[in-house]
C-alpha cells in the first residue's frame, strides 16, 4: 500500500511542480509572441522606431514617437497632480486620523474607487470633464477639442490617486511609534515630526508607490483612448489631441493587418517592457520596505 | 537662539489643515462618479433594458441582454481556465518558500500582474483569434483568464502560508499522507481566503474592456456560441459611449450602472467570505 | 548649592475613566537622582511622561494638579518649548536610523530649527558624547549612521541626543531594561558620573539599580506615592509596610 501512496504523492508534487512551471512558460510565450510578431517591423524599422515622427497607415511608415511622447507626458501629468493628493491621504489615514467613522468612509471610498472600471471612468470624463476642458480652452482661445492630453492627465490622476494612497498609507504607519517619541520628546511640533522623522523614514516606501502608480498610468487603456483624441501627431501643446502606445493599439489593432500590424505589436512590445521594468522595481523596493519593517517589531 | 516658536505652531497648524483639505477634496471625484452614474444610470434601466437585444441604429428602444449575458459567459469561462491553474501554483508556491524555481514562479506572478490588459489582448488575438479567423468568445475568455491568474496565485499562497504548523502536524500525525493533508486539510481550511482571491479576480476583469477589444470583439446579437463574438458590458458601455447617437449615450450609463453595481457586489461578497467564513484559530 | 528643580503638587492623571496617578506630590532636587520605583502597572512611567507632557500624545489622558520647572508651570507653558528644556531617554534605544551620529546627537536643534554654525555643532556633540562617554569609540565615525552600534552604546547615544538640548531635568524610562548586564553597568557609571552635572528622574523596575544609583526613591503602588525618602533611609527602614514589602520582593 505504501507504493500507492508515493506514487500518489509523487503525482501531486508533479501536477503542483508543473502548474508552477506552466506559469514561468506562459509569460514566456507572451513575451515571445509579441517578439515574433513584431518581427516584420523590427526589420523594416529597427531603433529609428523610437524617433520616428510619422505613423502612417497608408504609406506603411511607422515611428513610434508620438505615441512614446503621449504616454510619458501623459502619466508624468498624472503623477505630478496624484502626488499631493495621495501623500495627503496618506498622512491623513496614517497619521492624524487613524480610527473613527471618517476616515473608515475615506478607506473605504478610496477601495470602491480603485474598483471602477476604466471605462466607466472614461465615460463619465467623457461627458463631464470634456465639456469643462472645453470650456477653458474656449476661455483661453485654443481649439476647443475638449479631449486631449490634459483631459487624459486629469482622468489617470484621477484613477491613480487612490492606488497611490493606499500604498502611501501602508508605508506612513510601518514608521515605528519609538522615533516618533523620541522625536517630539526633543521638542518637535507634529509637522516637524511629518517631515523630518515620518517621511524621510518612509521615503523609499513612497517612492515605490509613486512607480507603482506610474507602471499603472503607462498601461493604463480605457479611460485614455476615451479622452485622448486618437490623433497620430506628435503632441504640440496640453490641449493637442494625442495618442499613449495603449491607446493607438485600442484605436487601430482591431482591423490592422500585414506590416500595420506588426508595427501595433512592436508598440505592444516596448509597452510591455517598460512597464515590466518599473513594476519589477517598484515591487522589489516594497517588498524590501515590508521585510525591514517586520524586523523592527521585537 | 532666536525663538520660531509662534511660526511653528502656525506652520503646524497650516499643514494640518492643508492635508485635511486635500484629503477630503480628493473624495470628489468618487462622490460625482457614483452621482452622476446613479442619476443616469437608473433613469434608463427598466425591464425592456435588461432584456431586450440592442436594436439597429436609428431604431429607439432595445437593451443590453447580450451584454449581461455575454459579461457572464466570459466570467464563468476565464475561471474555468485560471482557477485550477492559480490554485495549484499558489499550492506549490505557498510550500516551497525558498528554491530558485519558486522565486522565479514568483518574479512572473508579479510581471504578470503588471502586464496592461490591452497587451494581453494583443497577444491572446494572436493565440485564438488569428487562427480561428474570427473573434471569439474563447479568445476574450483566454484573455481574461491570463489576467486572473495573478490574483488568485497570490491569493493562495499568501493564505495557505497563513495555515499554522500544527494543523498540519496533526493530520501527519495520524498517518495521513501528506499530500492528503494539504488537499483534505489545508486546502478546505483556507478555502475562504482562497474563496476571496477569485471574487475579487472576477471583480477586476468583470469591468475591463481593453483585452476584448480584438478578442470578444462585441456583437449586436445574442450568441451561446464560444467561437463566435461575444457581447459584453464593458464593451457595450464603450460603443456606446463613443458613438453620436444620445440615446445610445444614456444606455451607455444604464450598463455603467449595472457593471458597477456589479463590480461592487463582488468585492463586498469577497470581503464577508474574507470575514465570515474565515477559520479562527 | 542644591535647589528644587521639579515640584509635583496634588497632580493626577487619567486615561479615560480610569485614575492613573492619584494626588502625587514630591520634589526633586538639583544634581541629583530621584528614582521612581514600583511594580508594573503603578503608573511610573504616566508620572514621568507627564513631566515632558508626552502622555498627552495619547487621546484621551487628562491630569489635574500641577507641576513646576523651576518655578515655571509646565503645564501653562507650550509643550514644544517645555520639551526643548527636558531630555528623555527612552526604555529601547530608538536613535533616528536615517541619521548619522553627528546629526542624530543635534537632532534636538535640527528639529527645532535652530540654526548654528558649523563649530558650534561640533562643539556641543563632542562636549555630548564625552558626557554620554561614547566619544571615544565613536568620534571616527560620526558621519556614518548609528545602525552599526550595539544596544548599549545606542542607548549612549540617545543620552548624548538628550543633553545635548542641556536639559534643566534628564527623564530615564528604564533605560537599561532592554539592555545585557554588561551595558547596563555601563549606563548606571554613566548616571552617577552624571549626577554632577544633571539632574536626572529615573524610572525602575529594578530595585537593586534605585539602590545602587539613586539619591532618593519614591515608591509608587496603584497609583499613589507611598513612600519618599533619600535613597538609604528607605531601603534600611523602611516606614511603610508595603514599601517593605515590595523590597523585600513579596509582590512586584
Known sequence: MKSTVDKSERRFNNILLLSALFIVVLLLAILLTLLVASIPAIKTFGFTFFWGTTWDVAGEKFGALPFLLGTLITSFIAIFICIPFSISISIFLGEYFKEGAFPTFLRSSIEVLAGIPSVIYGLWGLFLLMPIVRAIEMQLGVTPHGVGILTSSLILAIMIIPFSASIGRDVVTLVPADLKEAAYSLGATRFEVIKNIIIPYARSGIIAGILLSLGRAIGETMAVTMLIGNSNFIPTSIFSPSNTMASVIANEFAEATGITAASLVYVGLVLFFVTTVVNVIGNYVIKKVALEASKEVT | ?281 | MESTVLKVEDFSAYFGDNQILKNINLDTSSNLVTALMGPSGCGKTTLIRCVNRMHELIPGTKVTGKMYLKNDDIYAMQPIVLRRKIGMVFQKPNPFPMMSIYDNVIAGYKLNGIRLKKDEFDNIVERSLKGSALWEEVKDSLYRKGTFLSGGQQQRLCIARALAMNPEILLLDEPTSALDPKSTSAIEELIVELKKTVTMLLVTHNIAQAARVSDFTAFIYLGELIEFGPTEKMFTVPKDKRTEEYLTGKFG
Open chain 2, 1 to 281: 537662539m532666536k525663538d520660531h516658536t509662534a511660526v511653528r505652531m502656525i506652520k503646524d497648524k497650516a499643514f494640518r489643515v492643508i492635508v485635511i483639505l486635500l484629503a477630503c477634496f480628493s473624495m470628489l471625484p468618487l462622490l460625482l462618479i457614483l452621482y452622476y452614474i446613479t442619476r443616469n444610470g437608473i433613469a434608463v434601466i427598466n425591464w425592456e433594458f435588461l432584456t431586450q437585444l440592442p436594436r439597429p441604429i436609428g431604431e429607439t428602444g432595445g437593451g443590453i441582454f447580450n451584454a449581461v449575458i455575454g459579461t457572464g459567459m466570459l466570467i464563468v469561462l476565464s475561471s474555468i481556465l485560471s482557477i485550477p491553474f492559480g490554485i495549484t501554483a499558489g499550492i506549490y508556491l505557498s510550500e516551497k518558500s525558498e528554491g530558485k524555481i519558486a522565486n522565479i514562479v514568483r518574479l512572473c506572478v508579479v510581471v504578470l500582474q503588471g502586464t496592461p490588459s490591452i497587451v494581453i489582448g494583443i497577444v491572446a488575438y494572436i493565440w485564438v483569434v488569428a487562427p480561428f479567423h474570427s473573434f471569439s468568445a474563447l479568445s476574450g475568455g483566454v484573455a481574461l483568464s491570463i489576467m486572473m491568474l495573478p490574483v488568485i496565485i497570490k491569493a493562495t499562497e499568501e493564505t495557505l502560508k497563513l495555515m499554522p504548523y500544527h494543523l498540519k502536524e496533526a493530520s501527519l500525525a495520524l498517518g495521513v499522507p501528506y499530500y492528503k493533508t494539504i488537499l483534505k486539510v489545508i486546502l478546505p481550511t483556507g478555502l475562504s481566503g482562497i474563496l476571496t482571491g477569485i471574487l475579487l479576480s472576477v471583480a477586476r476583469i468583470t469591468g475591463e474592456t481593453a483585452p476584448l477589444l480584438f478578442t470578444a470583439f462585441g456583437n449586436q446579437f445574442m450568441n451561446w456560441n464560444l467561437f463566435k463574438p461575444i457581447d459584453s458590458l464593458p464593451y457595450r458601455i464603450f460603443y456606446y459611449a463613443m458613438s453620436p447617437y444620445p440615446e445610445w449615450h444614456t444606455f451607455a450609463w444604464g450598463a455603467s450602472f449595472i457593471l458597477v453595481v456589479l463590480v461592487l457586489a463582488f468585492n463586498l461578497i469577497a470581503r464577508g467570505v474574507a470575514v465570515k467564513w474565515k477559520v479562527q484559530f
